[in-house]
């Protein structure tokens, strides 16, 4: 579809281990958000990308969260050492422009670290 | 953590009537956004709000912009049994490039 399409939709992950999550925005979106979606919460926001550059990194958690970018499509959400805390809804959301246009969202990823 | 607060937090209401919802802030928004989220899905957008003032629409519903820029509301005309979701306001403010959102309203509607 033309939508923005995220990879796997659900993870489960020892404590420890590491993940990576993909995201696939809209085609010629310029903008991509990465967000965590804690259970009953509304998303808050980890990361930016104008293409390929990592404009704002203010809301990842800790130095154990890392996002690329490195063709200005693709983004990759990378959490090492899981721990239980982490368990979330990892939510990806592309832009047309800049951040102030309209953010379209994935289906997201779920992820439980046990 | 989170700046919009959101009410009501839950609504259970009977299929056809109206419903209001609304998001406030301590700080000024530039642009007030809202969505619906589904169980295991992602928020879609509903509508997009830029202008303090501005009322927009979009089918059953209707959004708009407070004045004071610290505050929207949404209302639903004659609810159907597939608006049950939860209902997200969001915001840019002057700060940064990141939407803040609000603690979601739940609906449900009782056919």
């Known amino acids: 579809g033309a939508g923005v399409s995220q990879s796997p939709r659900y993870k489960v992950a020892k404590r420890g281990q590491d993940v990576a999550l993909r995201c696939d925005p809209i085609?010629?979106?310029?903008?991509l958000f990465w967000y965590q979606q804690a259970l009953g919460q509304g998303p808050e926001f980890l990361t930016y990308?104008?293409?390929?550059?990592?404009?704002?990194k203010s809301g990842l958690p800790s130095d154990r969260f890392f996002a690329e970018r490195p063709e200005g499509s693709v983004s990759t959400l990378k959490i090492q050492r899981t721990q239980q805390e982490d368990s979330a809804v990892y939510l990806c959301a592309s832009s047309l422009g800049n951040s102030y246009y309209e953010q379209y969202f994935g289906p997201g990823t779920r992820l439980t670290v046990t | 953590g989170q700046q919009l607060n959101q009410s009501p937090q839950s609504m259970f209401i009977q299929e056809g009537e109206d419903v209001s919802m609304n998001c406030t802030s301590s700080?000024?928004?530039?642009?007030w956004l809202w969505y619906k989220q589904d169980p295991g899905e992602g928020p879609v957008l509903l509508i997009a709000?830029?202008?303090?003032?501005e009322l927009t629409s979009n089918g059953r519903l209707t959004a708009q912009f407070g004045i004071t820029r610290k505050d929207s509301f949404l209302n639903i005309s004659a609810s159907i049994p597939s608006d049950v979701g939860i209902y997200f306001c969001?915001?840019?403010?002057?700060?940064?490039?990141?939407?803040?959102f609000g603690g979601g309203t739940r609906l449900m509607v009782k056919p």
């Open positions: 700080s000024i928004f530039n642009t």
């Open positions: 709000l830029y202008k303090a003032g």
């Open positions: 969001a915001g840019f403010d002057n700060a940064g490039n990141m939407l803040t």
């Open positions: 990308f104008q293409n390929e550059a990592q404009l704002d």
């Open positions: 085609s010629g979106h310029v903008s």
